[in-house]
Structure formats: C-alpha cells, structure tokens
C-alpha cells in the first residue's frame, strides 16, 4: 500500500502563488502516476495534472500555463506550483498516486484564493 499526505495549502490573494506538496510512503513502484485532483465548493471533483515516473505530465484546460507538476522519485514526493491564481482555483487539494491496479488518496489539503 501506498500512503499520501499533503502540506502547503492557505489563503493567497488573487495572482498570488503557492507551492503544494505531497510526501508519499510504503510500497512505492518504480513506475507510477501522481497527480492532484481538487474539489471547489459546489463543483464536482475534477483532475487538475498528473505527472508519471519519466516526467511526462498533462493538465486540465483550466489551469494550463499557471499551474506545474513536478516529482522527485529519490524522496518520493510530488509537487504542484501554482501561480497567478484565481478566486475559482479555491478547492480542497487532493494528491494521488496510481501504479497498476494500486490507487492511494491523501487526505487534501485546502487552498484558498480571496482579497
């Protein structure tokens, strides 16, 4: 099994940036997909980026060009930098680990964009 836990959420002011990370533990597999999902108030849960073993990453349309996933497989962590964020990036952030049939959640982390 493969346990997550997330770190770095607050308040940010409109434009504003913030780094999210997530530290992951167990039965970690040489090859694997992270990524992070987020879930705003009154929105459904939506797949923000995920990121595999080689670097190879995809984002939602939503957050393309402010927002950049990054892994470092020697301390098994993941990261996610976000940048001139918007009142509507406010959502709990959820990090995600998958490896054949092996999927792990952590707990979230809430972030949230206001002035």
């Known amino acids: 099994q493969v346990q997550l836990v997330e770190s770095g959420g607050g308040l940010v002011q409109p434009g504003g940036a913030l780094r999210l990370s997530c530290a992951a533990s167990?039965?970690?597999?040489?090859?694997?997909?992270m990524g992070w999902y987020r879930r705003a108030p009154g929105k459904q849960r939506e797949l923000v980026t995920i990121?595999?073993?080689?670097?190879?990453?995809n984002y939602a349309d939503s957050v393309k060009g402010r927002f950049t996933i990054s892994r470092d497989n020697a301390k098994n962590e993941v990261y996610l930098q976000m940048s001139s964020l918007k009142p509507e990036d406010t959502a709990v952030y959820y990090c995600?680990?998958?490896?054949?049939?092996?999927?792990?959640w952590g707990q979230g982390t809430q972030v949230t964009v206001s002035s």
């Open positions: 995600s680990y998958q490896s054949g049939t092996i999927v792990s």
């Open positions: 990121i595999t073993t080689s670097g190879s990453a």
């Open positions: 167990g039965s970690i597999s040489q090859f694997s997909a």
